[in-house]
């Protein structure tokens, strides 16, 4: 069973920056970033496949940057001139291919990691 080590995060002002980082234990075509406010349902952020591939969610774009790392089985998110909106527990997620890497279906990865806490001051 693959595990998922998460790292960084923390509480920064609005239109700072963040590093999250994922290390998994192993190797899975999906990899992703979902993040979960409180009375809100997970929502993906960004989503990697193994072949190089990455899409965003539409109100991260130009602000976030993934970045994968294959031969590690690493996973980051450089977090840009965030915003309180941002403010989230975020999750690094992994799971088989299934025709393509979902940014909206949570249960397509097997796997999560337990998360780190975003917050994102005024």
């Known amino acids: 069973q693959v595990q998922l080590v998460e790292s960084g995060g923390g509480a920064v002002e609005a239109g700072g920056s963040l590093r999250l980082s994922c290390v998994a234990s192993g190797s899975r075509y999906c990899m992703a970033w979902f993040r979960q406010a409180p009375g809100k349902e997970r929502e993906g952020v960004a989503v990697?496949?193994?072949?190089?591939?990455?899409f965003y969610k539409e109100s991260v774009k130009g602000r976030f940057l993934a970045s994968r790392d294959n031969a590690k089985n690493t996973l980051n998110l450089e977090m840009n001139r965030l915003k309180p909106e941002d403010t989230a527990r975020y999750y690094c997620?992994?799971?088989?291919?299934?025709?393509?890497?979902?940014?909206?279906?949570?249960?397509?990865?097997?796997?999560w990691g337990q998360g780190t806490q975003v917050t994102v001051s005024s």
């Open positions: 997620a992994a799971g088989p291919w299934r025709g393509y890497c979902s940014m909206t279906q949570v249960d397509a990865y097997t796997t």
């Open positions: 990697a496949g193994e072949d190089g591939r990455i």
